[in-house]
């Protein structure tokens, strides 16, 4: 154990980091111009363009656990999690790139056949890489406040990278490549493509994996396709369900929030030219405040930290109603660093407590699958994702909403302000209740990890009847 807290130093925390390059950066890049590339730049028709995605997505239903299990099982002189890094190093830069190659074929089926390949393919490397790297920190490190300290170190870099894809592609595309919006395109694909790829070496040099004792390992005795069905036992950790309910209404709160910004600031505040700077705030300020919410997880736990900044997010969302498009840019801009205040924790507690709850579902089930939760757990935040934004343009359509018109109805103004202000708040309220609810903390993260090591060597752990209701709420059962 003391070599191990040797090891977790400054050079640990930025090799693990690292891997969120890809995971804070790349997702937000297709999510911003890829259906833009294919329709106005390949001419796909915007229904072939969404099928793309769709399909996608739908893939992703399977990749996800099923890449869990597999890493679970995997046997290598590098591990069972870092050797994914190893291997994925070329693929990521490849499967990046192709999607932002403008190939024309002779008919729209076989480029719509073209695009829908590179876009599985790149989500099946997103899957093989990000879900072994979502488990590490489990193996790294069986410290409470170190498992913090690693996931702060992934959102610092997944901020920074969202910061950059939300800025340096459109920059290329829009101006640098004006007038030559392929070879923009060309030029985003081949930059990211290389930074995405690139850091995995350093990841994988850097990082660690401890061993976990073969007889947790149960689900290697069962099919694949058993344990695959087997992953409805995490639903019985009551931690689990409550972890992974706060994630989905905290991204779904996101999402809503980031979906209907632009549409806000443009189209209610009149003031579409600030919008970037709003966003630069929420970005920054959420980014800033990190180390706070890291400090205040170590203290009081991850919970209440998620907790605290759902709580700034929910006021943050309320005092937004009372903006007008009268309101100074100077208040906008204020309001939009709050929310980012608030979004910091919300964003990373969910990631940072993931440890947590593979330990959890350990202990309830009393098999060692980290790299299962976290598939399961990426795959429902893919899909929550998926089904938010469409009812978030089905909402659009019911307010009336004129796409591509400069002028929108007074009806579908205050549409967008009502889906603005009182959609995340219904969201983050709940994910408020249930972090308060959250019983993992400091004190009780010590009283799980000497029972699941106990149980680990086949040993018995006694405890009191305080311990023991402490155990029930964190597993559920006796």
């Given at each position: 154990m ?13 090799s ?9 950066g790349s997702?937000?890049?297709i ?18 363009a969404?099928?793309?995605v769709?399909v996608g997505?739908?893939?992703d239903a ?8 597999i890493s ?6 590098f591990?069972?999690?870092r050797v ?6 070329i ?40 879900v ?19 996931s702060?170190?992934?959102m ?8 950059i ?5 459109g ?17 985003v694909g081949l930059?990211?493509g ?9 990841v994988f040099?850097?990082?660690w994996e401890?061993d ?6 149960a689900?290697?005795?069962?099919g694949l396709i058993q344990?695959f ?13 409550l972890?992974?309910g706060?994630y ?6 996101l999402?809503?929030l ?9 189209y209610y505040?009149?003031?579409?030219n600030i ?6 705030s929420?970005?920054?300020f ?10 205040i ?12 900044g759902?709580?700034?997010v929910?006021?943050?969302?309320i005092f937004?109603?009372?903006?007008t498009?009268?309101?100074?840019t100077i ?14 924790p ?7 407590m993931l440890?947590?709850?593979?330990d959890a ?10 790299g299962?939760?976290?598939?399961v ?7 929550v994702?998926a089904?938010t ?5 089905v ?7 004129s ?6 109805s007074?009806s ?10 009182f959609?995340p708040?219904l969201f983050i ?7 308060i609810?959250?019983?993992i ?6 009283l799980?990890?000497k029972?699941?090591?106990a149980?680990?060597?086949g040993?018995?752990?006694p ?14 059962k006796?």
């Open positions: 003391a070599e191990q807290k040797k090891r977790l130093g400054i050079g640990a925390l930025i693990y980091g690292m891997g969120d390059i890809y995971g804070g997702f937000l890049i999510s911003t111009l890829f259906i833009y590339f294919l329709t106005d730049v390949v001419g796909l028709s915007p229904l072939l969404g099928l793309v769709l997505k739908a893939w399977i990749s996800d656990p099923l890449m869990g299990l679970d099982r995997t046997k290598s002189r591990g069972r999690r994914y890094f190893l291997v994925s190093i693929p990521v830069f490849l499967s990046f790139w192709m999607l932002w190659l403008t190939l024309r074929f002779e008919n729209q089926l076989a480029t719509f056949f073209y695009y829908l390949f590179s876009y599985v393919l790149f989500c099946t490397v997103y899957t093989i890489v990000m072994p790297y979502s488990s590490l920190p489990t193996e790294m490190s069986g410290d409470y406040r170190e498992r913090a300290r690693l702060g170190a992934r610092l870099f997944s901020q920074l990278s969202a910061l894809a939300g800025t340096i592609p920059f290329l595309v829009k101006n640098v490549y004006r007038d030559n919006p392929s070879q923009g395109f060309f030029m930059i990211f290389l930074l995405y790829a690139l850091p995995w070496i350093i040099l850097g990082t401890e976990i004792p073969t007889a947790r390992k689900q290697h005795n069962a344990s069905k087997d992953l409805r036992s995490l639903i019985s950790c009551r931690s689990f369900r972890h992974i706060m989905l209404l905290g991204y779904t709160a999402d809503i980031s979906a209907s910004f632009v549409y806000f600031v443009t505040i009149g003031r579409g919008y970037t700077l709003c966003l630069g929420i970005l920054i959420q980014l800033l405040s990190l180390p706070l919410h890291i400090t997880a170590n203290r009081i736990g991850k919970g209440r930290s998620y907790a605290i759902a709580g700034i929910f006021l943050v969302a937004f109603i009372t903006l498009p009268a309101s100074p208040l906008i801009l204020a309001s939009s660093a709050l929310l980012g205040l608030g979004l910091s919300v964003v990373a507690m969910p990631w940072a440890p947590e709850s593979s579902d350990e202990l309830t089930n009393h098999i060692e699958r980290a299962s939760v976290a598939g757990f990426t795959l429902c935040r893919k899909l994702q089904v934004l469409w009812f978030f343009g909402l659009l359509q019911a307010i009336g909403y796409a591509g018109a400069t002028q929108q007074a579908a103004i205050q549409g967008i302000r009502y889906i603005f202000v959609g708040l309220g709940l994910g408020t209740i249930l972090a609810l959250y019983p903390t400091p004190k009780t993260f010590a799980m990890r029972t699941l090591e149980a680990r060597s040993q018995a752990s405890c009191t009847e305080p311990e023991e209701a402490s155990l029930k709420r964190i597993t559920g006796k």
